[in-house]
Nanobody, 121 residues
């Protein structure tokens, strides 16, 4: 069992930046960030595969968000730049026991509790 704990959320103005962190209790393979806006389903944001392939991004965040990982610290980061009001939501860190990227919620084995990101216009 792997425990994930997110941090770094907050309130920011449109155009601003935030950096989220996800600390894992042990080694993790493919990791991802999802988000959920009020009244909407949880959606894929980005994933960093264990396979060695490049990270994969949803079109809505491509060029603005960057996922990175520090496997020595069992930590994953999400750098979010040029934030927009539509980026508002609860951001979840997720991990799966596989080396390839997946974009469905059901493909991930472990989840954090989420951290709130609010972007004001």
């Amino acid at each position: 069992q792997v425990h994930l704990v997110e941090s770094g959320g907050g309130l920011v103005q449109a155009g601003g930046s935030l950096r989220l962190s996800c600390a894992a209790s042990g080694r993790i393979f493919t990791v991802a960030w999802f988000r959920q806006a009020p009244g909407k389903e949880r959606e894929f944001v980005t994933a960093f595969p264990w396979s060695g392939d490049d990270p994969y991004y949803a079109d809505s965040v491509k060029g603005r968000f960057t996922i990175s990982r520090d496997d020595d610290k069992f930590t994953v980061y999400l750098q979010m730049n040029s934030l927009k009001p539509e980026d508002t939501g609860v951001y979840y860190c997720a991990a799966r026991n596989a080396i390839w990227v997946a974009v469905d919620v059901s493909d991930y084995d472990y989840w954090g509790q989420g951290t709130q990101v609010t972007v004001s216009s």
